[in-house]
């Protein structure tokens, strides 16, 4: 006399078939749906931007004024300041310095730095500024920075350079 285990087979396969055709619908929906409502057209991206950097004229000294860098915007769609902020690494020190926009004196400031103001608050290409130290001597001797641009609503570096500035 012969056992059978499984008498019934045929209901599995169907089952599983509707199951995964239910699924399938359901995440193609979800995707039309996001196209269609603008929900994956929100995604901020980073601008492109570039930097000429150039040692300041005015020499590091003990003096405490002393202008670093002399920055040159070029290349760049316009970008809010508010959505920049500004790095420099003194990779002797292993030391760095970030400066935050302060809406009100419409400059980079931060760490005993700060730039000259940009009354539009936005970078476009051409504009120029110089960072200096604001009152307190930062820099007294020759040194290599790092200087990076952070897009903060994305968390993405658009600018890394290194420079020798005296």
């Known amino acids: 006399m012969k056992v059978k285990l499984f008498k019934d087979k045929k209901g599995v396969s169907p089952v599983i078939g509707v199951i995964l ?81 302060n809406d009100t004196a419409q400059r980079y400031e931060g760490a005993n730095l700060r730039t000259d103001q940009i009354t539009d608050r936005i970078l476009n290409a051409g504009d120029s500024f110089t960072i200096e130290e604001a009152g307190t001597n930062v820099f007294s001797a020759s040194v290599t920075l790092e200087f990076k641009v952070i897009h903060t609503p994305t968390g993405t570096i658009v600018y890394d350079s290194k420079i020798e500035v005296s």
Do not use: H
């Not at 570039?50 to 003990?62: H, V």
């Open 21 to 101: 055709m239910v699924a399938i619908t359901v995440i193609l929906a979800a995707v039309i749906a996001s196209f269609v409502f603008g929900m994956g057209s929100k995604v901020k991206s980073a601008p492109q931007i570039g930097f000429m950097l150039e040692d300041a004229a005015d020499a590091l000294d003990n003096g405490g004024n002393d202008d670093i860098l002399d920055v040159m915007v070029y290349g760049s769609e316009p970008v809010k300041c508010d959505e920049l902020q500004l790095v420099l690494v003194d990779l002797s020190a292993s030391q760095s310095y970030t400066l935050t926009w």
